[in-house]
């Protein structure tokens, strides 16, 4: 069975500061890797997705993340952050399969400093 | 498109009373699925449909829920009868082909308290 961790609960940063949110993933086969976020009062957003082909993956509001099989991770990155990235970020991994269940981090809070 | 609709988006209610969440999926998506999030628990699946009928209920918690998809455009999820530790912010979502290898888009959820 698949799983995920996410090691750091609460991440704080500066406003215009580079940003990375890591997510380390459980999985025997070729996993299928979300990020989600979730402002505050809302519902999880789909912020990017990684199934096959280049390792580097360009998502929405210039995230990126990186698939790296070898160390099991797959860590969210932003060259600089703005006041309104703070929220909840959510790695989630899939096992592939149409009905086969997708299994989400605990999140990790992100705070941004003016 | 809408998204997905969830209603109420606040309940507040006293132990013992029956609670009916709500929630219209986004049209043309064939999987629907309730989750439960607390700071305790996380994010937590509690069933999931596929062309309205319940593909896996593992995560309902208890007799006490259950839920409901009618048609492909209305699901609910129902409590009774409630307790106080069942107060949480609970989600629909929905997605178009699938669970494990589809993006899923979330409602922007109820939050239940019960006193």
């Known amino acids: 069975a698949q799983s995920v961790t996410q090691p750091d609960i609460h991440i704080t940063v500066s406003e215009g500061a580079s940003l990375e949110l890591r997510c380390n993933y459980s999985?025997?086969?070729?996993?299928?890797l979300f990020w989600y976020v979730q402002s505050p009062g809302q519902g999880l957003q789909l912020l990017l997705k990684?199934?096959?082909?280049?390792?580097l993956v360009q998502g929405i509001k210039g995230f990126e993340a990186e698939f790296k099989r070898s160390q099991s991770s797959f860590n969210l990155r932003k060259p600089s952050v703005h006041w309104s990235d703070a929220a909840e970020y959510f790695c989630?991994?899939?096992?592939?399969?149409?009905?086969?269940?997708?299994?989400f981090g605990k999140g990790t809070r992100l705070h941004i400093l003016p | 498109d809408a998204g997905v609709i969830q209603s109420p988006r606040h309940e507040v209610t006293e132990m013992g009373q029956e609670v009916t969440l709500r929630c219209k999926p986004i049209?043309?998506?064939?999987?629907l699925f309730w989750y439960r999030q607390t700071m305790m628990r996380g994010l937590e699946l509690l069933i999931y449909?596929?062309?309205?009928?319940?593909?896996?209920d593992s995560g309902m918690p208890e007799d006490r829920f259950s839920a409901k998809m009618p048609n492909a455009s209305f699901s609910t999820l129902k409590i009774q009868p409630s307790e106080p530790r069942d107060s949480a912010v609970y989600f629909c979502?929905?997605?178009?082909?699938?669970?494990?290898?589809?993006?899923?888009?979330f409602g922007p959820g109820t939050r239940l308290t019960v006193l």
């Open positions: 979502a929905s997605s178009l082909l699938g669970w494990g290898t589809d993006t899923q888009y």
């Open positions: 049209s043309g998506h064939d999987y």
């Open positions: 989630a991994v899939g096992a592939g399969n149409r009905d086969d269940k997708i299994i």
């Open positions: 999985y025997g086969a070729t996993p299928y």
């Open positions: 449909f596929n062309n309205n009928v319940p593909i896996d």
């Open positions: 990684y199934f096959s082909g280049d390792t």
